[in-house]
């Protein structure tokens, strides 16, 4: 990798480091940059490498900023490493043990722009952890769930709508049963699974498709309950 080139790939991640903030705005132009070197190892190699020195010359100074911007840097790069390395279109996994809740956190730590989930409840802190990741991230991060059990003991929904994740509630009398959830209008989780704790302990089963066909009515649906329903 000559000089020039990376001369301007510092310049590109200085950019992003002025304030210590990456916008949403820089994270999407900095995923389109790194996605055109998907292919050049060096390149993200450098990448990387410069990140890490940017951050040790100000982590004493701003300890929290700097690493939550190296964080997402890194995972950036990280996922542009990837994306000559084709995932699945079809995974399937099954409860008791951890085998859901490890694809469903995998699947929300992967996800580059949107994060539209439609679950009947969340107390499972570890997934609740995933979607605060994800959002601090500047992934687009929506909710939509049952009004009956957002008040339940343990729930999460409370904590996820202080952060600024928006979430939507069924306001009627039956319930929001739904669970599913699409990762950048691309990716679905659905089935028996809850966001739940005591799920790994249940006999569920969590499917990922990557299926155009099928991840496309689930959009609508969700965006016709967020049209229906009230924050």
Known sequence: MNKVRQDKLRAILEATFDDGRLSRGESTALRAVMAELADEREAL???RNTAFEMAAGRIEAEPTRTLDWLRRVDKIIDNAGRRDVKPPDLEVRFSPGDGVLDLIRAALHNAEESIDVCVFTITDDRITDAL????????????????????????????????????RHDPSDDHMHHKFAVIDRRTLLGGSYNWTRGATRNHENLVLLRDPRVVRPFIDAFEGLWKAFRP
């Not at 991230?137 to 999460?156: L, Q, W």
């Open 45 to 47: 190699a450098f990448a």
């Open 132 to 167: 605060l990741d994800a959002h601090r991230d500047d992934v687009a991060v929506r909710i939509v769930t049952d009004n009956a059990k957002r008040f339940d003991r343990g729930s999460d929904i409370a904590r996820l709508a202080e952060a600024g994740v928006p979430v």
